[in-house]
């Protein structure tokens, strides 16, 4: 029933749609581990590929593969796998391909975890790691080796914001013979679609702005034919990060309302970065949308809006940062992101808080920068509260 030609709005809503025989309007949550099958023959058939239908839920399952294939057309993807976390995506989007002997080239900015598994998991399993600025063109080239297998980053990054240049790495990958990985969180599939700029696989965190409404943890990941059936297929079917079909049924839901919401929220942001750009109690704005941006330009290339994330840093360090965060009433005080309520967090606390001063400092996390997810919340509201919390 799926047409290639929709537009994303019209996908979202009746993208994978799969109906039982009742003809039920909403998509049905199939809560079940396995299927029965008509005779022994149907089952032989099954295991061999030769009959469509699903064997066991850690394989597939219908209200997952719903989600499945509504991602896939939301992001222009041939194919779309569902993993329980975003972590789980990341996770097998990079270790299903790589092997002992292999070489990775990562950002340094990454998300905590996410630099946990290319600095810290990988090389356990000798797979060797560089880090890079990934802002630094020459420094992704300068890091390739003979056995270079993959290139992975985030962009924008957690929490500065930075910007790295898909097209360009995209290019020093494939010449280095390498793919590229993108972690697409922070642009959500709204403005940036890495696999149009040559990107070869992309993850999310479904957790985020595709849940959007702060229930569920779940992943996914984004790929053509070839990387499925060559690596992720198998990895997912025999280590197990499989999303339930409850979760799945949530995003599913969700996604009926993604592009209302991520762009709704996304003007909201626009109008706070503006707000907050000329307030005496602020030293700097970081927003991707803005053109105080240090890379405005890359932001316009290859980004069609700003996204949901504003960095901010307030004046007076860590007293000045925890001050206001303290003094907010709608904005709450967490560590998600990309939810209907509008959330601010003080990275070098919490999410950076096991990286040294130095490691910080590198990534320009400093004591008085704070990271607001804008929510659905009425702009003017927002605005009110962060002028009150800031003080005069
Ligand atoms: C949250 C996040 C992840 C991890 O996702 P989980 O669903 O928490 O496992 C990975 N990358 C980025 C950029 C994130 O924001």
Not at 150 to 176: G, K, R
Not at 248 to 265: D, H, I, N, Y
Request: net charge negative; glycine share 8%.
């Amino acid at each position: 029933m799926t047409k290639v030609t929709w537009h994303p709005d019209t996908a979202l809503v009746h993208g994978g749609s799969l109906r039982s025989q009742w003809g039920e309007t909403s998509e049905s949550m199939f809560v079940t581990q396995g299927f029965v099958y008509d005779s022994a023959e149907q089952a032989e058939a099954r295991f061999l590929n030769l009959d469509p239908g699903f064997q066991y839920s850690r394989f597939s399952n219908p209200t997952v593969t719903m989600f499945e294939e509504r991602m896939a057309l939301l992001e222009g993807a041939p194919v779309a796998r569902a993993t329980a976390t975003g972590m789980a995506a990341v996770t097998a989007a990079i270790l299903s391909q790589a092997s002992a002997g292999d070489h990775i080239v990562a950002a340094r900015a990454l998300f905590g975890s996410c630099r946990y598994i290319v600095e810290d998991l990988a090389p356990r399993f000798g797979i060797s790691c560089t880090l890079v600025d990934g802002r630094d063109l020459d420094q992704w080239r300068a890091a390739v080796r003979p056995n270079t297998r993959v290139f992975f980053f985030e962009s924008p990054t957690n929490p500065t914001l930075e910007v790295v240049d898909i097209a360009a790495v995209a290019e020093i990958a494939h010449a280095a013979g390498a793919r590229l990985v993108v972690d697409n969180v922070f642009a959500t599939a709204l403005y940036q679609k890495p696999l149009e700029l040559g990107a070869d696989v992309v993850a999310y965190s479904a957790t985020k702005h595709i849940d959007g409404q702060g229930r569920c943890l779940g992943g996914v990941v984004l790929c053509n034919e070839e990387f499925l059936e060559k690596h992720l297929q198998v990895f997912l079917r025999q280590t197990g990060p499989t999303m339930s079909p409850f979760n799945a049924w949530v995003m599913l839901k969700a996604l009926e309302t993604f592009s209302l919401r991520v762009g709704r929220q996304t003007e909201t942001a626009a109008k706070i970065a503006t707000f907050l750009e000329g307030h005496p109690k602020i030293e700097r704005v970081i927003y991707p949308g803005s053109d105080s941006h240090p890379q405005a330009d890359i932001c316009r290339k290859q980004m069609s809006g700003g996204s949901t994330m504003i960095a901010l840093e307030v004046k007076g360090g860590r007293d000045g940062a925890f001050a206001a965060m303290n003094k907010l009433g709608i904005i709450k005080i967490s560590n998600n992101l990309g939810d209907a309520k509008s959330l601010v967090t003080h990275p070098s606390t919490t999410t950076h808080q096991r990286f040294t001063e130095e490691v910080r400092q590198e990534l320009g996390i400093n004591q008085g920068l704070l990271r607001l997810s804008v929510g659905l919340e009425h702009a003017d509201d927002l605005i009110a509260d962060l002028e009150q919390a800031l003080g005069a």
